[in-house]
């Protein structure tokens, strides 16, 4: 599945919508047993969520957007399908939890693809089911350490922590993905799916008992003035960059 929404692939409420969908289509396709997940822009994987969406809206709009994000978590994070991330660019906060949700995750070696939750670096607060999701890759002591100073790793360091599986020249990106799909589909999938969801019960019980509650959190949250001004002038450095 190559993510496909220019420029930076952010995950819109559209994108989450239509990645929920074509999971669902996949997973119902008995012929499908696993997933390759990849940028159609090499060079950017995913800006993660899409500021756009949390800039200026009403609360109706951010809580339908945040229970979309929780949709995509929930899905492709419990999915029956073997999922490798194929990382062929920048992973930043959301892209790296895209990343970290999957089963499997090969980096392409580019000192320009970085990729950690960064959200602490805008101000804001990566929620605790992101925290969940890093913590169940790379460890505690790790996390709160790249989560507080919201650090972006560069490959070498992003597989010394623990946060990628493998780093990879470019050029050996999908065919190393590919071998890595061939070994997690030699294991018979009924044992593989159990073993899966028995490792990521506890995670994904956790935010959906507290779903409703981190709706309004993140509701709550994100239209406070402060974070609004944060936001503003991330994005409009964001844009200044270019200038
Ligand atoms: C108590 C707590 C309770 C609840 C918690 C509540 C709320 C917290 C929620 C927190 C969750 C946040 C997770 C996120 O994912 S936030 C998004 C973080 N993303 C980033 O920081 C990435 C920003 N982008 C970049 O670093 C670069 O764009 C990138 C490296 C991806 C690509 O660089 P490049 O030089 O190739 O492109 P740019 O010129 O920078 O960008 C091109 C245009 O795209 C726009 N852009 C970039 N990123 C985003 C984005 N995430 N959303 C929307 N738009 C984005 C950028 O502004 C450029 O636009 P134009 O200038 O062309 O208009």
């Known amino acids: 599945m190559k993510l496909k929404n220019p420029p930076v692939n952010s995950l819109s409420l559209e994108m989450l919508t239509e990645l929920v969908i074509n999971l669902e ?5 008995k012929a499908v047993r696993g997933l390759v997940l990849t940028s159609e822009y090499p060079g950017i994987f995913s800006a993660g969520l899409d500021l756009m969406e949390m800039c200026g809206r009403n609360p109706a709009h951010y809580a339908e957007y945040w ?3 929780q949709e995509f978590w929930l899905k492709l994070y419990q999915s029956s399908l073997v999922v490798v991330a194929a990382i062929n660019g920048a ?3 959301g892209g790296c939890l895209m990343s970290l949700i999957c089963d499997y995750r090969i980096l392409a070696d580019n000192p320009k693809y970085t990729i950690g939750l960064n959200e602490t ?8 089911w992101f925290k ?3 913590v169940n890759t790379i460890g505690h002591r790790a996390s709160e350490r790249a989560l507080q100073l919201g650090l972006l790793f560069p490959p070498a360091e992003a597989l ?3 946060l990628v599986d493998q780093v990879v020249p470019e050029d050996k990106l999908q065919s190393t993905a590919l071998s890595v799909m061939a070994q997690w589909l030699a294991i018979p999938d009924h044992a593989r799916q159990l073993t899966k969801t028995m490792m990521r019960k506890p995670t994904v019980d956790h935010l959906v008992k507290q779903r409703d509650a981190d709706i309004q959190n993140f509701v709550s949250f994100v239209s406070r003035d402060s974070i609004q001004k944060s936001l503003q002038m ?8 270019k200038s």
């Open 234 to 241: 991330y994005l409009q450095k964001l844009r200044q960059k």
């Open 160 to 162: 010394q922590v623990g």
């Open 132 to 134: 969940d999701t890093m």
């Open 91 to 93: 992973s930043p906060a």
């Open 121 to 128: 670096l805008l101000g804001i607060v990566a929620p605790f």
């Open 25 to 29: 289509k996949l997973e119902n396709d």
């Open 67 to 69: 229970k979309a994000l």
